[in-house]
């Protein structure tokens, strides 16, 4: 049966005592030194048994971790070659998906040309109607407003002209002045005489 080492060193100290004390004691000392030596030798295959097992199990248990290492090894090359491939592909899908967006962008921006392109048309057709109405909306205003500028000779030369005196006076004025200028003329003709 195995033992703890301790337990074992202090029974074969405690024998081997014994065995000393009886050597001493006489003929029965033999039989205690063979049974003593038989204990020994059994303790010794004990022991060799023993190491032979922890060898064969170190060795097992070794051989079980290179296992595991190389495994572990596989393994992470494995996920690195996974992690690579995923990058990869993961890479090409947003590369895709740029191209697709970049294509949508182009397309948006041609729509938007020709929309503008078409909106132009359509604007200048709006802006030449709104420039023609504009026209005959002046063409109105100013054929209005020659209507009330007749309308207000009409009524400047009906209502608002001289009155009965005034007219008398504007018929003695002329007149008035040329009797004044030719008195004036004498005086002019008279003092120029008069300095001869």
Known sequence: KPF???DGLQLFATRVFTF???VRSGPDGVALFND???WIAIQAD???TLRDRHKR????RNDTIQVCVQQLLKDTTDRKKQVDEFSLELEQYTLRKFDLLKDDVIAAHIQQRFEDAG?????FNRKQRQIANLCKDLDLVHGSLVAVSESM??????CCGPADWEKEEEQSLP????AKASASSLAVGESSGTSR
């Open 57 to 60: 199990l170190n060795k097992r």
């Open 36 to 38: 003593v030596h038989r």
């Open 153 to 158: 000779v009409n009524l400047v030369e009906n």
């Open 46 to 48: 004990e022991i060799e």
């Open 20 to 22: 000393q004390a009886m």
């Open 119 to 123: 909106n132009d048309v359509d604007d």
């Open 175 to 178: 007149a008035k002045s040329a």
């Open 4 to 6: 703890h080492t301790c």
